[in-house]
Nanobody, 117 residues
């Protein structure tokens, strides 16, 4: 089992920045690819960004490219999502997830991000 705990959400004005953290425990963190997803009210959960276990490969949703950066620190068992130039449409609950193969196996409880206009 892998336990994931997100933090760093909050209320920010449009154009502002936030950094989300995802602390992992339970299994060797470096064995897992990490991802960030989000779910806005009355919408499906959507992919935001992912990073490979070693950090060499990163993928982003088109809606966040150039504004968000995913990273990880395997020594600290933590993944991050740096969010810049935030927009009201980025408002959502953000979840981190972990996987070893294709499917996302483990999920955090989520952290709320609210961007005011």
């Amino acid at each position: 089992q892998v336990q994931l705990v997100e933090s760093g959400g909050g209320l920010v004005q449009a154009g502002g920045s936030l950094r989300l953290s995802c602390a992992a425990s339970g299994r060797p963190f470096s064995n897992y690819g990490m991802g960030w997803f989000r779910q806005a009210p009355e919408k499906e959960r959507e992919f935001v960004a992912a990073i490979s276990s070693g950090g060499a490969v990163r993928n982003y949703a088109d809606s966040v490219k150039g504004r968000f950066t995913i990273s990880r620190d395997n020594a600290k068992n933590t993944a991050y999502l740096q969010m810049n130039s935030l927009k009201p449409e980025d408002t959502a609950v953000y979840y981190c997830a972990a996987r070893q193969l294709v499917s996302w196996q483990y999920w955090g409880q989520g952290t709320q991000v609210t961007v005011s206009s």
